[in-house]
């Protein structure tokens, strides 16, 4: 079964360029989640998905950051314009459906499934 | 607001030690608390899933315990190899007793394993 996919591995882009990130969760997991790590600190919460809808974006630092999750297959994070403070490992990540018990070997109890990052430098 | 503190910051031990990782987090109503380790360069990878209604839980030589009620829990790892040499990292959902939705991370542990 494959794992959580990200694209790219690396970026790096100059202040005020747009960036797009790719996550594609694993298949049949509705829940996709997004988290960064800047330099020095502890990973934090962006946003979760439950299928296409946006359950939880109270982590996106400010308007400069989309996520979309169009037909509830994979997901884009866009940063436009970026700016130096952006720069750090975008993880995202993915688990079954709230209250699923699954034992298919995708997770049980919501555990989370992480990608390998992107690790975006911003000049 | 839940906070996950994890002790040491940073560890070396020779092949063969047995050690422990430690991660605390203020708020103990949760539902469950992932180890997680991750390479240099690489994504995470979850190593166990604890729930509070476990005390242990136990995947090779690695053994998580938790201890809702002094908001803790500990990874120990047995007879350890320079192959365990990462970052360590404890993560908790929110609280209220639910599995579900965004975690929060400790700073992590980093291992280093020498041989």
């Known amino acids: 079964e494959a794992g959580v996919t990200q694209f790219p591995s690396h970026s790096v882009i100059e202040k005020g360029q747009t960036v797009t990130l790719r996550c594609d969760p694993i298949?049949?997991?509705?829940?996709l989640y997004w988290y960064r790590r800047v330099m020095g600190k502890e990973i934090k919460f962006l946003l979760h998905?439950?299928?296409?809808?946006?359950?939880?974006e109270s982590g996106m630092p400010n308007n400069r950051f989309l996520a979309e999750r169009t037909g509830g297959t994979y997901s884009t994070l866009k940063v436009q314009p970026a700016e130096l403070e952006d720069s750090g490992v975008y993880f995202c990540?993915?688990?079954?459906?709230?209250?699923?018990?699954?034992?298919?070997?995708?997770?049980?109890?919501?555990?989370?499934?992480f990608g390998p990052g992107t690790r975006l430098t911003v000049l | 607001k839940q906070e996950v503190t994890q002790i040491p910051a940073a560890l070396s031990v020779p092949e063969g030690e047995n050690l422990v990782l430690n991660c605390s987090f203020t708020d103990s109503a949760i539902y469950n608390l992932q180890w997680f380790r991750q390479d240099p360069g690489k994504g995470l990878t979850s190593l166990l899933l604890i729930q509070s209604s476990q005390r242990e839980q136990t995947s090779g030589r690695l053994n998580a315990s938790l201890d809702k009620s002094s908001g803790r829990s500990t990874l120990y790892i047995a007879a350890s190899q320079p192959g365990d040499s990462a970052t360590y990292l404890c993560?908790?959902?929110?609280?209220?007793?639910?599995?579900?939705?965004?975690?929060?991370f400790g700073q992590g542990t980093i291992l280093t394993v020498h041989p």
């Open positions: 298949s049949g997991h509705d829940n």
């Open positions: 998905f439950v299928k296409e809808s946006k359950q939880d």
């Open positions: 990540a993915s688990s079954q459906v709230k209250g699923s018990r699954g034992t298919s070997g995708s997770g049980t109890y919501n555990e989370q499934f």
């Open positions: 993560a908790v959902p929110p609280p209220g007793g639910t599995s579900y939705g965004k975690l929060t």
